[in-house]
C-alpha cells in the first residue's frame, strides 16, 4: 500500500519558527537573565517535541483539523490587522477612485476638527465632525448606517 506523505503543515510551520525565535530570545538574554534562558529553552524544546509527535501520528484527520482551526485563527488575526492599519484594502471599493489626497494621514489641524471612523462592514474610513455628539453615520462605500459619538 501507498503510504500518505508525510509534511509539515501551516501550522508546524509556525511552531517551528516560534521554537527558533525562542530560541534564539534565549541565546541573546543567556548573559543577562539566567533562569529566563531555561524557561525559554524548555519552551523551545517542548514546541520541537509537539512538532514531531504531530508529523509522525496516524490520525491523520485529527491533524488536518489541528491545521484547519489554527488557519481560521490566523486567517482571522490577518483580517483584523488589515482592518486595522489598511482600511482601505479591506473593503471591495465599487465607486469609481477619487482624487488622491496630497497626503495619506490626516494633519493635526484635522484631527483636532474630525473623528476619523473605520466602517464596521467594509472597513472603509469614514470622517465626522468632532463635538457633535451622538451621531449616525452612513458609510459612503457600502451605505452600513451605524451610529457613533463625536
Not at 6 to 29: H, K, W, Y
Not at 79 to 104: E, L, M
Amino acid at each position: 500500500m501507498f503510504q500518505q506523505q508525510r509534511r509539515i503543515d501551516e501550522l508546524n510551520r509556525t511552531m517551528l519558527i516560534a521554537a527558533l525565535v525562542l530560541s534564539l530570545v534565549g541565546m541573546i538574554v543567556s548573559n543577562t537573565v539566567g533562569w529566563l534562558r531555561i524557561v525559554l529553552s524548555l519552551l523551545s524544546g517542548a514546541l520541537l517535541v509537539l512538532i514531531v509527535i504531530r508529523m509522525t501520528s496516524k490520525n491523520f484527520n485529527k491533524r488536518n483539523q489541528e491545521n484547519m482551526k489554527y488557519l481560521v485563527y490566523e486567517t482571522a488575526v490577518k483580517n483584523w490587522f488589515r482592518r486595522v492599519f489598511h482600511p482601505k484594502s479591506a473593503g471591495a471599493n465599487t465607486r469609481a477612485p477619487r482624487a488622491k489626497r496630497a497626503h495619506k494621514n490626516p494633519t493635526w489641524a484635522e484631527l483636532k476638527q474630525y473623528k476619523y471612523l473605520i466602517c464596521p462592514q467594509c472597513a472603509q474610513k469614514l470622517r465626522v465632525p468632532r463635538g457633535k455628539g451622538r451621531l449616525r453615520v452612513t458609510c459612503t462605500n457600502c451605505g452600513n448606517v451605524f451610529e457613533t459619538r463625536s
